[in-house]
């Protein structure tokens, strides 16, 4: 019963922006981090970035090769996971992926145990 599913994906020029979004179904995430990755075919899964969540508020998670350009953050009360990307480049070009966070760190894709499908993102030259 529990669903990630992720949408906003699609072809644009470099430097243009897009705003991917994942929506949470069966269960409420907000008390566990979730993130973003992404992979493209005969290569890892990398990490993208990464939001959780507690009392005092939210701490989000970048690598530097990403870090300024993407942007993660999210609403608890749609129980909704946003990754805002500007600045793309053809090498961004993947499919990306929501996941939630079960243990162990957030920058490592088995620490996650639930995964969406994921969405194409492709940035053209």
């Known amino acids: 019963q529990v669903q990630l599913v992720e949408s906003g994906g699609g072809l644009v020029q470099a430097g243009g922006s897009l705003r991917l979004s994942c929506a949470a179904s069966?269960?409420?995430?907000?008390?566990?981090?979730m993130g973003w990755f992404r992979q493209v075919p005969g290569k890892e899964r990398e990490f993208v970035a990464a939001i959780s969540w507690n009392l005092s508020g939210s701490s989000t998670y970048y690598v530097d090769a990403m870090k300024g350009r993407f942007t993660v953050y999210r609403d608890n009360t749609e129980n909704m996971v946003y990754l805002q990307m500007t600045g793309l480049k053809p090498e961004d070009t993947c499919v990306y992926y929501c996941?939630?966070?079960?243990?162990?760190?957030?920058?490592?894709?088995?620490?996650?145990?639930?995964w969406g499908r994921g969405t194409q993102v492709t940035v053209s030259s």
């Open positions: 996941a939630a966070h079960y243990r162990g760190s957030v920058y490592q894709p088995t620490s996650y145990n639930y």
């Open positions: 069966g269960r409420t995430f907000s008390g566990d981090p």
